[in-house]
């Protein structure tokens, strides 16, 4: 790995996939204003941040449970069949609130 800034991109690993040193995070990433959402993504992608952090429990309109940022995310995709390519995601799963982690096959799954 170089020693460059936040921004320079690295290998990932084995993959050839290039990936920001930095990542977005996607905690907070919630709505259901989908141009305000694409502006948030396209400065990420302009500043040279291509991996987005992002996880089953990201995201809570206070109302409906978790899932708000990748549902967000997936609106986002329908919109613009090209942004996919443009990003890398790194998703995790499992968290669930109230009871230990599920990382089985069939929560993945589903």
């Known amino acids: 790995m170089s ?3 936040p921004f320079d991109r690295v290998t990932l690993g084995a993959s050839g996939i290039a990936i920001s040193r930095l990542a977005w995070g996607m905690w907070r990433f919630q709505g259901n204003d989908v ?3 694409r502006t948030l993504v396209d400065a990420a992608l302009e500043a040279g941040i291509n ?5 089953d429990i ?4 206070g109302r409906d449970g978790f899932g708000d940022a990748e549902i967000l ?4 995709f ?4 090209g942004l996919r390519r443009n990003l890398v995601l790194a998703s ?3 968290i669930i ?4 982690y599920d990382s089985s096959a069939d929560y993945l799954v589903a």
């Open 97 to 100: 609130p109230g009871v230990p």
């Open 92 to 94: 995790k799963s499992g």
């Open 78 to 81: 329908v919109a613009d069949q």
């Open 3 to 5: 020693s460059g800034g």
């Open 35 to 37: 141009r305000h959402a």
């Open 51 to 55: 991996l987005f952090d992002t996880a």
């Open 58 to 61: 990201y995201g809570f309109n």
């Open 73 to 76: 995310l997936g609106r986002l």
